[in-house]
Every structure is written in C-alpha cells, then in structure tokens.
C-alpha cells in the first residue's frame, strides 16, 4: 500500500494530522460542540478499547456535498491493515517535522490512527463524487479518540 501521501491526502491534510499529533495530549478533545455524527468503541492492538467519534462540519455552501460526506462516514470501515498504515504514516510525518517520537507519542499514533482511517474514506468519497479536498475543503471532518 506504501506511503499515504501517493493516495491523495494534501498538504493541507497533513498539516492538520500533524496539528493534531502536536495538539493532542493523553487523547483528543473534541472540536466541535455538536453532537458526534458517529461513535464507535474500537480494541487498538495494544488492547486499549477507545471510544472515537467523528463530526462532520460542513460550509454554509456544502449542499450535496453534506450528504455524500453522511453516506460515506456512516458507511467507512476501520481494517486491521488501514490502521498500522495510519500509525505508520502519523509517525513519518512526525519524525520528519520533529525527530524519534518518545512512547508516549507513539501510543497517540495508535489512537489517531482510527480518526484518520475514517477521514481519509470521507475525503476519498467526497472526491469521487467531484467534491475534492482542494482547492476548497467543502465538508470537514473532525475526530476525538478517548481511551480513558
């Protein structure tokens, strides 16, 4: 499967992923005061069982946009394989902007990793029904992860 970056995530994807990676702190908060679109318990393979959720936020001018973006969120899978490639690739975005992780960074990978397994779906989704993520990000796609 390689490197995510060969499979459309932009440069504005990854500067949010690594936003988040240096933002978060024993979990993330939620970024949104709305109520999650979608709640889902998922056993990470350090059996951690987090609670994750997504919220979808769309712009005032998202229309068919907001439904294709529902469909998919409702509809994407978490994969053992999709998860380990989202660890993987948090992590070499984080070595190359920061250095070695320590552990404690390497556990916020794991649970990043299922946020982003569902938010690249929702992009890959909306792109294929000609919303694509650039050059305007119509719907954005917010997650928060709690192991606690």
């Known amino acids: 499967?390689?490197?995510?970056?060969?499979?459309?995530?932009?440069?504005?994807?990854?500067?949010?992923?690594?936003?988040?990676?240096?933002?978060?702190?024993?979990?993330?908060?939620?970024?949104?005061?709305?109520?999650?679109?979608?709640?889902e318990e998922v056993t990470l393979a350090s059996g951690s069982v987090c609670t994750v959720e997504w919220t979808l936020e769309?712009?005032?001018n998202a229309g068919r946009a907001t439904?294709?973006?529902?469909?998919?969120?409702?509809?994407?899978?978490?994969?053992?394989?999709?998860l380990r490639n989202w660890e993987a690739t948090l992590r070499e975005e984080y070595v190359a902007e920061f250095?070695?992780?320590?552990?404690?960074?390497?556990?916020?990978?794991?649970r990043l990793a299922p946020v982003e397994?569902?938010?690249?779906?929702?992009?890959?989704?909306l792109a294929a029904h000609g919303f694509p993520d650039s050059p305007e990000r119509l719907?954005?796609?917010r997650g928060s992860t709690d192991c606690g």
């Open 1 to 39: 499967m390689g490197r995510r970056e060969n499979r459309g995530m932009s440069t504005f994807g990854k500067a949010t992923t690594l936003a988040l990676l240096v933002a978060a702190a024993g979990g993330l908060a939620s970024c949104s005061s709305q109520p999650p679109d979608r709640v």
């Open 99 to 110: 250095g070695d992780p320590d552990s404690a960074k390497e556990a916020e990978f794991e």
């Open 139 to 141: 719907v954005d796609v």
């Open 67 to 82: 439904e294709v973006a529902q469909q998919a969120l409702a509809g994407a899978t978490i994969k053992e394989q999709d």
């Open 58 to 60: 769309p712009r005032a």
């Open 117 to 125: 397994v569902v938010r690249e779906q929702v992009r890959e989704a």
